[in-house]
């Protein structure tokens, strides 16, 4: 019996095993040289891992690294400064991690004060990768457990201080102390990452209670008005009044030296009238009658001084008129 065929006029295929294992091999090779290569960008560092334990960090350009899963490579961004956001979020962040969702929000931006009140707070935390070995493998999750401490901390300076410090004057101060002590916890667990900035967003008092914080807050704001206007009153009418006071005082203290030193000058030349007295009397006593006369008599208006020996003056009185008498008929 002849052999029959279901497809008698399909075309015979040969198969060559050694051009097969060829392709196969270049195959190979090409998929292993193009997941070998590898580019770091400017602003980055490679962690290159070598069967998950740490082998080498390369720097930006253009490398190789063995394929097939024996080298892995981590890109981490150092030359970037980050920032992850509380109680609000920045839409469109690269990093997943920068804000959490709204839920998470309003519950990590309500915080209690060191009086029992309830405060609204935002903050961001900027930060940048120092060390991308430890960064890498000291941590699971680095970026989650740096929003977890940083929540731990801003909690802990928030509670405090007094509700008015964290709503008014404590914005500086808490900033600085937040920075300092994320420092000092993450310079502790070798997170790999330097803290940059800590810096406070808005601050409300919950939407309960908000209208009356504003009223107590336009109250204390009156009260500084008024008494930077009292004070500016104080500073304009009391220098002036004072100048005005120490202005009579020194004239008071002049005209009495004036008066002291008049008075001490008349009791010193009567001092040296009496001296010249005792030494003379007759002498000094005529003196004294002669200069009194004369400043009397220089005071007197049309005198006439007649001698002793004069019988009458009668003849003299006609002198003092200097206009004819009118003719009477």
């Known amino acids: 019996m002849s052999e029959v065929r279901p497809f008698p006029n399909a075309p015979q295929i040969s198969?060559?095993?050694?051009?097969?294992?060829?392709?196969?091999?270049?195959?190979?090779?090409?998929?292993g040289?193009?997941?070998?290569?590898?580019?770091?960008?400017?602003?980055?560092?490679?962690?290159?891992?070598?069967?998950?334990?740490?082998l080498?960090?390369?720097?930006?350009?253009?490398?190789?690294?063995?394929?097939?899963?024996?080298?892995?490579?981590?890109?981490?961004?150092?030359?970037?400064?980050?920032?992850?956001?509380?109680?609000f979020a920045t839409r469109g962040?690269?990093?997943?991690?920068?804000?959490?969702?709204?839920?998470?929000?309003?519950?990590?931006?309500?915080?209690?004060?060191?009086?029992?009140?309830?405060?609204?707070?935002?903050w961001v935390v900027q930060y940048?990768?120092?060390?991308?070995?430890?960064?890498?493998?000291?941590?699971?999750?680095?970026?989650?457990?740096l929003r977890d401490l940083s929540q731990a901390v801003m909690r802990e300076v928030v509670g405090d201080r007094t509700v008015d410090e964290v709503l008014t004057i404590g914005r500086q101060e808490m900033e600085a102390k937040c920075a300092e002590r994320l420092r000092e916890l993450v310079a502790a667990l070798s997170m790999g990452v330097h803290i940059d900035q800590i810096q406070l967003g808005n601050i409300n008092p919950p939407a309960d209670v908000q209208a009356s914080f504003s009223d107590v807050?336009?109250?204390?704001?009156?009260?500084?008005s008024a008494i930077n206007?009292?004070?500016?009153?104080?500073?304009?009418?009391?220098?002036?009044?004072?100048?005005?006071?120490?202005?009579?005082?020194?004239?008071?203290?002049?005209?009495?030296?004036?008066?002291?030193?008049?008075?001490?000058?008349?009791?010193?030349?009567?001092?040296a009238v009496l001296t010249e007295y005792l030494k003379a009397p007759e002498v000094t006593k005529k003196r004294l009658y002669l200069e009194t006369?004369?400043?009397?008599?220089?005071?007197?208006?049309?005198?006439?001084?007649?001698?002793?020996?004069?019988?009458?003056f009668l003849p003299l009185m006609n002198l003092r008129q200097t206009t004819p008498a009118p003719a009477t008929r």
């Open 128 to 145: 940048h990768i120092s060390d991308p070995v430890a960064y890498v493998f000291n941590f699971r999750e680095p970026l989650p457990t």
């Open 229 to 271: 206007t009292a004070s500016g009153n104080y500073n304009q009418i009391i220098p002036k009044a004072r100048g005005e006071a120490e202005q009579k005082i020194k004239g008071a203290e002049g005209y009495a030296a004036k008066r002291v030193n008049e008075a001490e000058g008349d009791a010193a030349r009567f001092q």
């Open 33 to 54: 040289v193009f997941s070998g290569v590898y580019q770091v960008p400017a602003e980055s560092v490679a962690v290159v891992q070598r069967f998950g334990g740490y």
């Open 15 to 31: 198969f060559n095993p050694r051009l097969i294992l060829t392709a196969l091999i270049g195959l190979f090779v090409a998929v």
């Open 56 to 87: 080498k960090t390369e720097n930006p350009g253009l490398h190789f690294k063995l394929p097939w899963g024996i080298d892995s490579v981590t890109l981490v961004e150092i030359l970037r400064q980050q920032k992850l956001e509380f109680g």
């Open 293 to 312: 006369m004369s400043d009397v008599l220089s005071q007197v208006p049309g005198k006439v001084i007649l001698d002793d020996k004069a019988s009458s």
């Open 93 to 122: 962040a690269t990093n997943p991690y920068q804000y959490a969702d709204y839920r998470e929000q309003e519950g990590e931006k309500t915080m209690v004060t060191g009086d029992l009140n309830t405060a609204l707070v935002e």
């Open 217 to 224: 807050n336009r109250a204390k704001q009156e009260k500084e």
